[in-house]
């Protein structure tokens, strides 16, 4: 049975371009000895496009995007970017117009990978990040903007039906992995989203008997992702919290350079798209410096989402064992020092 | 010019009466020597009175409290206390009745208390949260509670009167210490409330040109707290960001049980409250286990806010001089083992 994936990819700015090419060498050399076709389109979207045309994400490209199975994004912005352009009008749009509601964000410290934290112990959870309401829905305003009358809201959206899906989400992949779910909200304080997480965790955690269920207030949660990460398995969350923690996972596993995402729309319906957690890095942009790991975990992601589990479980594979020759090399004394392009080709020959 | 100090004091839950204790006692001893006498009235305030009482704040008390000059709180709940109703009812409502629009928290690490980081650094930065506005205005609701159509929302209020006035104490803070100011925030998202802020920090600036100021999304706030806190001096940030930051704060400063807090109103129009960031413990509860430094420390804010530098200062350098010999006790391999009491005791004659 012959099949091709119609993959859009959008390498962006700064370090994009460089992280994306060792992505898709890889991804290439995972389909290599199947039936699976790849067949890209890239679309040139960011920051560059915009000084260029002052145009952001036109519809029709939008339209030709929706036309594909998966979306490969490496990272968009540079400095000059006016704040929220790019981030609303392009990734937040890509979001909630393709119902990404769920964003899949492992964390997993390696070995060898120097932390900020004296004894991490054994990292490995994942976030899941609900992706189209909460704070993130744009919904707010402002009046007399810009006088000393100033009042600027911004509101967050929880319904029944999306925070549902997502808690459905988590509690399903738990008992995939160790059958522990954290429910990381503020239901103290923001009473009536708090409560409409915490009675959905409930009711649709009795239908997963075996799934451990636990609560922190997301102030607390930022102590354990510091005192205790090894604690977690699942977390599940809303928005804003799930960016907050996510970011701060980066960083006690040794840094957001390796953390990947997934923003997927489980159903099919549109395409889900995969993208490294870090972001352009204009300061090492073209010089072959960025470590594409995060990018080539991603992949796996996106090849496990479309049904190729052996060829994601190969990549990821191949990803633990150059991470395993990198704290042998750096435990060696000598640490690997190695191009973009070369982390590609070395992971990819190892698939 | 005798001088007396109405304290109200709000003992609460768990170790809240333990710690208060040692913070009074602390307290007299500072004021010892001066003509500044101390006239307290308790109020009985928390998870007991409400499961004996269900009363939470009654108006005449909150009458009561606001014919005071400050209020020492400990730490009020227990866990059988249904969420939000002491923290809506109790700690907000005093936040927003006595218009605590400064959320005044230092974070300091001291020589020798065990943290998370394997570099801390050298740790010592404030935070001033918004006390007023924000998500924490309880502006929102749900509709078709508890069905498939539910709606959950949540509003953030953010206001040029609340922002500017919180900035500028930030401000003027940062020309006391190390002239550096960081903006927390998510503008990038949050545009309304984001850009309300970013403005208002470039607006007042440009009064303090001493000052210099840079800018962090809170997601990368939370990674900078973990790989690079000593880069902060004061950090001015909205109510949730706030609770978010100051928590982790905690953390990598080996731990939310030395973190003093005050919820002002610098103008003096009701009486400003002070209180340790932690909770009311109550598995330690009864037992003379709790520290007390963080409600100590407290009262040096309190005093500091009610004119009295000196003795808030005198407070401030028996706390180092009590953590400085804890860390020389550690060091020589014999670590402090000491009640509630004792460090009270211990804090108190150093005065
Ligand atoms: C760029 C920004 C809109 C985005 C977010 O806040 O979701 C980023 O921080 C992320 O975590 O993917
Ligand atoms: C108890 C709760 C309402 C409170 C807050 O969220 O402000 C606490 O976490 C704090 O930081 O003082």
New binding site residues.
Partial sequence: MNRTIRLAVIPGDGIGPEVVAEGIKVLRAALRDSDVTLDETHFDLGAARWHRTGEVLPDAELEQIKSHDAILLGAVGDPSMPSGVL?RGL??KLRFDLDHYINLRPSKHYRGVPTPLADPGDIDFVVIREGTEGLYAGNGGAVRVDTPHEIATEVSINTAYGVERVVRYAFELATQRDNRLTLVHKHNVLVNAGHLWRRTVERVGAEYPGVTTDYLHVDAATIFLVTDPARFDVIVTDNLFG?IL??EAGAITGGIGLAASGNINPTGAYPSMFEP?HGSAPDIAGQQKADPIATISSVALLLDHLGLADEAKRIAAAVDADMEERADAAEAGMPLIRSTAEVGDAVGARI
Same sequence: chains 1, 2.
């Fill in positions: 981030e990734l937040l960016d996510t970011d957690v």
